[in-house]
Nanobody, 127 residues
Framework: QVHLVESGGGLVQAGGSLRLSCKTSLFALDEYAVAWFRQAPGKEREGVSC????????KYADSVKGRFTGSRDNADYTVYLQMNALQPEDTALYYC????????????????????WGQGTQVTVSS
């Protein structure tokens, strides 16, 4: 059973923007921290960002700092990832994942920290 559903991916030129959404109707997403991960072909899944339950704490991978911004609408059980200044190296399948806690730990980029995952949305950036 898929617990989270991502949307908003697509094909964009370098320098463009996309906004990803992560939503669920199966549990109270507003109680947990939510992270975004991505996986490019032939590479391991890597953490992109983590957003605490309240949205007041965010963590980002160095490769996306200053370009990506996480936010959430807890009333709608939706988490967003605004991606600006996209580059070809951002091309990947993007996943959202719900944490086991309300906060983003110092190990937020480790897969084991997360309980539920989506199936991913493809982001392709052309040069």
């Amino acid at each position: 059973q898929v617990h989270l559903v991502e949307s908003g991916g697509g094909l964009v030129q370098a320098g463009g923007s996309l906004r990803l959404s992560c939503k669920t109707s199966l549990f109270a997403l507003d109680e947990y921290a939510v992270a975004w991960f991505r996986q490019a072909p032939g590479k391991e899944r890597e953490g992109v960002s983590c957003l605490s339950r309240t949205g007041t704490t965010t963590k980002y991978a160095d490769s996306v700092k200053g370009r990506f911004t996480g936010s959430r609408d807890n009333a709608d059980y939706t988490v967003y990832l605004q991606m600006n200044a996209l580059q070809p190296e951002d091309t990947a399948l993007y996943y959202c994942a719900s944490s086991r806690a309300a906060y983003c730990s110092s190990s937020w980029y480790e897969l084991d920290w997360y309980r539920y995952w989506g199936q991913g949305t493809q982001v392709t950036v052309s040069s």
